[in-house]
T-cell receptor, first 118, second 110 residues
Framework: GAVVSQHPSWVICKSGTSVKIECRSL??????MFWYRQFPKQSLMLMAT?????????EQGVEKDKFLINHASLTLSTLTVTSAHPEDSSFYIC??????????????FGPGTRLTVT | RKEVEQDPGPFNVPEGATVAFNCTYS??????FFWYRQDCRKEPKLLMS???SGNEDGRFTAQLNRASQYISLLIRDSKLSDSATYLC???????????FGAGTRLAVHP
């Protein structure tokens, strides 16, 4: 399957600081990428859909000014958690959609970033 | 009612057993379905895509029943390494996003 990388894999930051997470599709071009968050023992929660060259679409309840998403190229999307607080501590996972011949697609996930805000 | 529902398990089975997971979805317009496996503290990994009635890959078989709106995953000859959480996922074209079930935990023991 296709490969999606994510950096950093884990980060610890102080409350009030900002953290940037990068997501790259390594062997395919991804016009659409997704950002998810997962709390322990819970399922993935979609935060936003990121489309190359346009503004991200945020899910209900997700603050767009707090979670800044940039998708400036076909292989890179970034998520910046601004003014992070302890309740933002979570596992953040990006995903990229690889379109296949015939109109189908498969979606691959990055390895995730574990954010801890102290 | 959740859009995609799965039995959370856990399913505890011995090595070599055959185990089946069922998943139901509520949106009849869902077009494609996927099974992912997720290990503890790791990202989901795509196991199988289901676009028509089913798919088979080695020990894994997925079946789709659109009339009854359920998808199943059958694992034959279970291995210890199959222990994970299995996520049933539906693609909703109307929302252009994947809808995840909460996952079914599988524990394979010696």
């Amino acid at each position: 399957g296709a490969v999606v990388s994510q950096h950093p894999s884990w980060v610890i930051c102080k409350s009030g600081t900002s953290v940037k997470i990068e997501c790259r599709s390594l062997d395919f071009q991804a016009t659409t990428m997704f950002w998810y968050r997962q709390f322990p023992k819970q399922s993935l929660m979609l935060m936003a859909t990121s489309n190359e060259g346009s503004k991200a679409t945020y899910e209900q309840g997700v603050e767009k000014d707090k979670f800044l998403i940039n998708h400036a190229s076909l292989t890179l999307s970034t998520l910046t958690v601004t003014s992070a607080h302890p309740e933002d501590s979570s596992f953040y996972i990006c995903s990229a959609r690889d379109y296949l011949a015939g109109g189908n697609y498969e979606q691959y996930f990055g390895p995730g970033t574990r954010l801890t805000v102290t | 009612r959740k859009e995609v529902e799965q039995d959370p398990g856990p399913f505890n089975v011995p090595e070599g057993a055959t185990v089946a997971f069922n998943c139901t979805y509520s949106n009849s317009a869902s077009q494609s379905f996927f099974w992912y496996r997720q290990d503890c503290r790791k990202e989901p990994k795509l196991l199988m895509s289901v676009y028509s009635s089913g798919n088979e890959d080695g020990r894994f078989t997925a079946q789709l029943n659109r009339a009854s709106q359920y998808i199943s995953l059958l694992i034959r000859d279970s291995k210890l390494s199959d222990s994970a959480t299995y996520l049933c996922v539906a693609f909703s074209g109307g929302y252009n996003k994947l809808i995840f079930g909460a996952g079914t935990r599988l524990a394979v023991h010696p």
